[in-house]
């Protein structure tokens, strides 16, 4: 099985403009993240391997694209009016022509995303009925949980997902809501898809659904139209960079 990484880079933000081109110990936020994929998917993960040119950035932005490229790596631009990432990751696996089996979407303001959770989303795929997959982890607070910024994932016995949401589910009833996390594994989802390849072109081509425009969550759209999001489970948590102070906390990090 041969799988594509393929990262969407905004140069607009309204929290932190230019965040891919912000430096981190010494390198840009982007080609951190790049680094981090590429130490997987440049590497064969199957008998056929995913071999060179494993992985992009998919940019609206020439400054970002020329960064990308002065590092070596690999970059191809897109349209400025997308709406969502996946959007964005289809127009840039239209043009690059990939013969991919799998694409694996990873944001571009994940530096620390780690070998293994992108292993754990690849092994995903060995089942012929995973038609997109995502990652949990499971939450260590309750203020955690209740932090509507995290959504969070209900599954089912099989590991496919039933729900995603901002409000913390489920209910735990007839317990303080202090001694929920000691009553159910709450798990906290983390922002890294795969799609088989026709799907992606699928769901892109979906108008958006009435529970995605409630939770403002993309993937209640694939699930309201009967598309299933099989969960793999990481203990490993990650610094995504949305601000400046979330920038100074991955500088402290790479300190440590």
């Known amino acids: 099985m041969k799988f594509i990484g393929i990262i969407p880079a905004r140069y ?3 929290r932190f403009p230019g965040k891919p081109l912000a430096m981190l110990g010494g390198k840009t936020v982007i080609q951190r993240v790049y680094e981090q994929v590429a130490a997987v998917l440049s590497t064969p993960l199957r008998e056929e391997g995913s071999g060179d040119g494993a992985v992009w950035v998919a940019t609206d932005d020439d400054r970002i694209f020329k960064a ?3 590092f ?10 997308h709406k969502s990432g996946t959007d964005r990751i289809e127009e840039a696996a239209e043009k690059i022509g990939t013969d991919a089996d799998v694409i694996i979407n990873v944001q571009g303001d994940e530096p620390f995303i780690q070998p293994s959770q992108l292993e754990t989303v690849c092994r995903l795929f060995d089942d012929p009925r995973t038609q997109i997959a995502t990652l949990g982890k499971p ?3 309750m203020d955690a949980v209740d932090n509507p910024n995290s959504p969070k994932i209900v599954t089912d016995l099989d590991g496919y997902a039933l729900y995603f949401s901002r409000s913390v589910i489920p209910f735990v009833r007839g317990k303080e809501h202090g001694e929920w996390l000691a009553q159910f594994p709450f798990l906290k989802h983390i922002g890294l898809y795969a799609y088989r390849r026709d799907v992606l072109a699928e769901i892109t081509r979906l108008p958006q659904s009435p529970l995605e425009l409630a939770e403002s969550l993309e993937q209640l759209r694939w699930l309201q139209n009967g598309y299933k999001i099989r969960v793999g489970l990481t203990n490993v948590e990650t610094i995504g960079i949305d601000t400046p ?3 100074a906390k991955a500088e402290a990090k790479l300190a440590l």
Do not use: N, P
């Open 68 to 70: 990308v490229e002065a």
């Open 139 to 141: 939450f260590d607070t």
């Open 72 to 81: 070596g790596g690999r970059a191809v631009m897109t349209r400025t009016d």
């Open 245 to 247: 102070e979330d920038l």
């Open 12 to 14: 607009a933000s309204t």
